[in-house]
C-alpha cells in the first residue's frame, strides 16, 4: 500500500506532462478542420462545419512536398555528419590517453550551455563571409557543429563501457587502432548511434530559427518555415497554420515512433554494461 502512495507523485507529473502535450495537439487537429473564422467564434468547440479543404489543400501543394525534401535531406545530412565526426572523437576521447584530453572534452562539454540563439549573430556574419546564406549548407554545418557536444558525451559514456579485453582480443588477432573502431567498436555501438541519430534527426527536423536566419529563397524553406505562406502583411489564415502543422508532424512523429526502441535502449546501454 505504502509502495502505490509513492507512485503517485510520478504518475501526477505523467499525467500533467501528457495533458500539456497532447491538448495542443488535440487543438491544432480540429483547428485544423475549421475556418479561421470558427476558430474566432468556437476555438474550443469541435467543427461546425467539418472543412477538410485545409488539410487537402496543404497535401496537394508542390511546396509542401518541396519542403519536406528540403527538411529530410537537411536532416539526414546534418545527422550523418554529427554522428561521423563524434564518432571518431569519442573514440578518442574514450580510448586514447594523451595529455589534455579531458580539458579538450570539457570544452566540448561547455557547449551545452551556450543556447543556439547566442550565436546567430556573429554565425550570420560568418556565413554571410563564405557566402553561405541560401546554401543548405549554411543550416548543415552549424546544425552538426552544435550537435556534436550532446553527441560527443553519449558516444564516449559508451564507448568507455567496452571492456578493454575486447580491444586487447581485437589487437591480439590483428587489428589496428582504426580496425578495432571501425570493424568492433561501431557495430557494438549500434543501439547509442540510433540513440544520437535520432536526436540529431528530430532537432533538426524542429530547427526554426537558423532556418529562418539562413533561407531568404521560399524554394529553400524547410517544413517549420513553410507557416509563413500563409501569412499575409496584415493577416493570417490560422485554420491553415494549423492543417500545415499537424500535417508537418506526420512524418516526425511516425520516425519517432518507429525508433522509440532504439532510442530507450541506447540512452540505457552505457550505464547497464559492465
Known sequence: MIARFRTVPIHVIVWVAAVFIVVPFVYGLFGGFKTTAQLSENPLGLPSPWVTENYTDVIATGAFWRQLLNSLFIAVATTVLVVFLSAMAAFAFARFAFRGREFLFTLFAIGLMFPFAVAILPLFILLRTFGLLDNPLGVILPQAAFGLPLTIIILRTFFRS?????????????????????????????????????????????????????????????????????????????????????????????????????????????????
Open 162 to 274: 567496452i571492456p578493454n579485453e575486447v580491444e586487447e582480443a581485437a589487437t591480439l588477432d590483428g587489428c589496428t587502432p582504426f580496425g578495432f573502431f571501425w570493424r568492433v567498436l561501431l557495430p557494438m555501438a549500434r543501439p547509442a548511434l540510433a540513440t544520437v541519430s535520432v536526436l540529431a534527426i528530430v532537432a533538426s527536423w524542429n530547427n526554426f530559427f537558423l532556418p529562418l536566419v539562413v533561407f531568404n529563397d521560399p524554394n529553400l524553406w524547410t517544413l517549420p518555415l513553410g507557416v509563413q505562406q500563409f501569412q499575409g502583411e496584415y493577416a493570417a489564415d490560422t485554420a491553415k497554420i494549423l492543417a500545415y502543422v499537424i500535417v508537418s508532424m506526420v512524418p516526425a512523429l511516425a520516425f519517432y515512433a518507429v525508433a522509440e526502441r532504439q532510442l530507450i535502449s541506447g540512452l540505457t546501454a552505457g550505464a547497464t554494461k559492465g
